[in-house]
């Protein structure tokens, strides 16, 4: 941490980490060659907003309460305006001294590419659709930990929406490319099936599925790191969006990156001086020329 | 906006806007543009968190309560998060049915320099900083409308920290780039004295000092719609954040750009067909090549 402090590290002890200089720049690197990867399938790049309305979330808020984060303003009454601006603002522990809240309506993105799939509700492939975005998403956790853990990160996705056949070929082929590209930048992974952090998991109908039939497998470094994931949805967004592929719910499933684990990953196996750090985007490039 | 879909904007109305396509691609050449015009001071590059400790933040949330945005959790104790879990979730009217929250600590990022100064703190300058910087802020309005008054947009700026005539040379200069870059865009544009939108501004001694000695002037298209502005904060940051420049206070001033509202004035200026669009990096390079 304090090596990295040197090369651009900022930490927020709130779960937050700013970046400048060579590490800020190791950070693009890396998003770049996510990107790069994405033309494997040719996705189409898009940009989402670090919000979105909780109904569109709600079986997600139902399992993973204890994670959601709400963007949440004061109720616009002017006298409960005033009663805030005439408060303390603050009390001495940091605590903010709010008055009434307005309605919450809203929750900050928990993985990027639930946009991908209300953003392309209703409607009818008639191809596989390959979607690439990247996003601030937000993740209450009960401590937090530089790069490794923290309440927001940065998340760059490879969405594909399609058959169950599509689904499973890029699935296969993304777990391939991670392998490769890992391989070339010297960052040795082993891959094992995991579960989501549900509240309540034995309880969770979602849960037990993740164990039975496992949808989700992580990218591990150094044995217990998580830096990327594949995930298998089968119908769950395909039904829950109206989206349908050849007249069917789209299957749908995604790669998932964790750009602040990563730079955890390489510093630690390259060294926090910039001169070790290896050309992400030239690994990347020679997985989709391979 | 309805041009503006075909080239790939996405609205919420819950007030934050998508990209995808060619809007997309100008969002982005629009960000490169202004941060190559940073180049004009040798700015440094930093990348914030969306999110900062509202402790830092007091003053501007006495000033602007009706903005804020706050991260709110719901309390991490199990019956909590099971009663919100058992519940609704969310009620018909898109409304989420928290149970009790956990103390708010967190602000969402109301403007992309305060990190800044906050990052500084302390620090005892001996020549003059600039910096840029690019963030998504979150402001809460009474209306939306897509890409002119979004909840949650992204802001560039670039800042100064130096003393008082540095900041004045840098604020001239600024708005001379400005000028010029917006000439061979052909984005016409008129300066004019601004105040921020305070709660309350006739009782706020920030809003009477604005409006007695103008610190903001806006850069506006078509006679209203600010696109960006330059801001002189004097030693009011330098002073709350403990930066001296000389051993005394530094001042600070900032140049702010509203990538959405620019979008718009392109599209508006130029037509919703990329062809049409202006060549916003040769531009900027033009700029600091003069």
Redo the contacts between chains.
């Keep these: 941490m304090k090596d990295l402090t040197r090369v651009g590290l ?1 930490w ?1 002890p ?1 779960g ?6 060579p590490l ?1 720049a190791l ?1 693009d690197d890396c998003d770049l060659a996510f990107r790069r990867l994405a033309d494997r399938w040719h996705a ?12 569109a979330l ?1 079986t997600h ?3 993973f ?2 994670q ?7 109720d ?1 009454a002017d006298a409960n ?2 009663e ?2 005439d408060g303390p ?2 009390a001495p522990n ?3 001294a ?1 008055t009434r ?1 307005a ?6 993105t928990p993985a990027a590419c639930y ?1 991908v799939y209300a ?1 392309h509700a209703r409607e009818h492939l008639s191809e596989a659709r390959y979607v690439s975005t990247r996003n ?1 998403c ?1 993740r ?1 956790e ?1 401590r937090y930990e530089p790069l490794l853990r923290q ?2 990160f940065a998340m760059r996705e490879i969405v594909c929406l399609g058959t169950p056949a599509e689904a499973d070929a890029f699935l296969a082929q993304a777990r391939a490319a991670v392998d490769y590209f890992a391989l070339l930048i010297d960052v040795p992974l082993d891959w094992t099936p995991a579960t989501d952090p549900f ?2 998991p034995h309880t969770n109908p979602g849960y037990l599925l993740q164990r039975i039939q496992p949808s989700k497998h992580e990218a591990l470094y150094g044995g217990s790191l998580a830096l990327g994931s594949v995930n298998l949805h089968h119908d769950h967004f395909g039904t829950a969006f109206g989206i349908t592929r050849d007249g069917a719910p789209a299957t749908t499933a995604c790669v998932a990156f964790g750009v602040e684990r990563w730079l955890y990953a390489l510093t630690d196996r390259h060294g926090s001086d910039p001169d070790g750090w290896p050309d992400l985007l030239a690994a990347a490039n020679q997985v989709v020329d391979r």
Excluded: K
């Excluded at 937050?16 to 200089?21: E, I, N, S, V």
């Excluded at 189409?44 to 109904?55: C, D, N, Q």
């Excluded at 959601?68 to 004061?74: D, E, V």
């Design positions: 900022r927020d709130c937050h980490a700013g970046l400048t200089g800020l950070a189409t790049e898009e940009r989402h907003p670090s919000a979105m309305p909780a109904s709600a808020l139902r399992s309460p204890h959601a984060t709400f963007a949440a303003a004061l616009p305006l005033g805030f601006a603002v603050t940091g605590t903010v709010l809240i309605p919450v309506t809203t929750v900050l946009h953003g601030t937000f209450r009960s309440w927001s509240f309540r």
